[in-house]
């Protein structure tokens, strides 16, 4: 009896001693900048500042046809004008198969007539799927993908078929438009220099958009809210804590700003960005 549990503290002391160094080594692991990446996240978008304007390189601009695995890929190089930023977006896409999660982003728009999308993503390899419980576990590095709406939104709405809600952001002062673009592309060049690990609840899309509202407004967004996590939801915390400009309860304002409809309607058109926009009054 006395072998059996002498054998048996060895056996539990070589477990606890394994998830140590299983322990240690998530925590130092550290985030890749390399790696065959999933080919819609293998080119990284960066931003260069010249004064009053922006030139983001790698937009990307892809299309899928006619399933989502059908990719056709398409980048562009364009300059935005830092001071025509007309509106702020928050676009968020609850997930058909998961009633729980959504993936949100947001989209600036300009006087001319551009729109810009920037997506917070969990950059995977061709040998990799979106797992949440990996999301946990530092296997995906984050990255922010500058894009053309009718890559990111056409995409949910008319392939997936997601209902997907484009809200206008409202800003405490105008020129806060600008400086969450900037921190936003800042945060963009910075991540390929030092590059993070995506966290299903800490580092994942929402929070990382909090993160930047945060950032101009202390403590707007409380990092402990359970809509970061359940993003489903994050529609619900962004008009309670007063950053979507309506006044309208959730299921209005959804009922409003839901678009999958026109986009399917309206399909892939030079002026997507605007007629997808058409909210009822």
Same mark, same amino acid.
């Given at each position: 009896?006395?072998?059996?549990?002498?054998?048996?503290?060895?056996?539990?002391?070589?477990?606890?001693? $394994? $998830?140590?160094?299983?322990?240690?080594?998530?925590?130092?692991?550290?985030?890749? $900048?390399?790696?065959?990446? &999933?080919?819609?996240?293998? &080119?990284?978008?960066?931003?260069?500042?010249?004064?009053?304007?922006?030139?983001?390189?790698?937009?990307?601009?892809?299309?899928?046809? %006619?399933?989502?695995?059908?990719?056709?890929?398409?980048?562009? =190089?364009?300059?935005?004008?830092?001071?025509?930023?007309?509106?702020?977006?928050?676009?968020?896409? %609850?997930?058909?198969?998961?009633?729980?999660?959504?993936?949100?982003? @947001?989209?600036?728009?300009?006087?001319?007539?551009?729109?810009?999308?920037?997506?917070?993503?969990?950059?995977? =390899?061709?040998?990799?799927?979106?797992?949440?419980?990996?999301?946990?576990?530092? =296997?995906?590095? @984050?990255?922010?993908?500058?894009?053309?709406?009718?890559?990111?939104?056409?995409?949910?709405?008319?392939?997936?078929?997601?209902?997907?809600?484009?809200?206008?952001?409202?800003?405490?002062?105008?020129?806060?438009?600008? $400086?969450?673009?900037?921190?936003?592309?800042?945060?963009?060049?910075?991540?390929?220099?030092?590059?993070?690990?995506?966290?299903?609840?800490?580092?994942?899309?929402?929070?990382?958009?909090?993160?930047?509202?945060?950032? @101009?407004?202390?403590?707007?967004?409380?990092?402990?809210?359970?809509?970061?996590?359940?993003?489903?939801?994050?529609?619900?915390?962004?008009?309670?804590?007063?950053?979507?400009?309506?006044?309208?309860? =959730?299921?209005?304002?959804?009922? #409003?700003?839901?678009?999958?409809?026109?986009?399917?309607?309206?399909?892939?058109?030079?002026?997507?960005? #605007?007629?997808?926009?058409?909210? %009822?009054?």
């Amino acid at each position: 009896m006395k072998t059996f549990l002498r054998k048996f503290r060895y056996i539990w002391l070589g477990i606890v001693v $394994l $998830l140590i160094v299983l322990s240690l080594w998530q925590f130092f692991k550290p985030p890749s $900048l390399t790696g065959d990446w &999933q080919t819609q996240l293998d &080119q990284i978008s960066t931003a260069e500042f010249q004064g009053d304007a922006v030139t983001v390189r790698n937009v990307r601009n892809f299309r899928y046809g %006619p399933t989502e695995a059908d990719m056709h890929p398409d980048y562009y =190089t364009k300059t935005y004008d830092l001071n025509g930023i007309e509106r702020v977006w928050y676009t968020t896409e %609850p997930f058909n198969e998961n009633k729980l999660a959504a993936h949100t982003f @947001l989209t600036f728009e300009f006087k001319n007539g551009d729109f810009l999308a920037i997506t917070m993503e969990a950059r995977k =390899t061709k040998a990799q799927s979106y797992s949440i419980w990996k999301g946990m576990l530092r =296997t995906y590095p @984050l990255v922010y993908i500058a894009a053309d709406e009718r890559d990111v939104t056409l995409l949910r709405a008319n392939l997936r078929k997601d209902e997907v809600y484009v809200y206008p952001v409202k800003l405490s002062k105008p020129q806060n438009a600008r $400086l969450l673009l900037v921190d936003v592309l800042e945060r963009m060049n910075d991540l390929l220099v030092h590059p993070v690990w995506y966290h299903t609840l800490f580092a994942n899309c929402t929070s990382s958009i909090a993160y930047h509202v945060n950032r @101009l407004s202390p403590d707007r967004v409380s990092s402990l809210s359970w809509q970061l996590w359940l993003t489903a939801s994050a529609d619900e915390l962004a008009l309670k804590r007063g950053l979507l400009d309506t006044d309208l309860p =959730t299921e209005q304002a959804r009922a #409003k700003y839901a678009v999958t409809a026109r986009s399917q309607e309206v399909g892939d058109v030079p002026d997507y960005s #605007k007629r997808i926009r058409e909210f %009822p009054q």
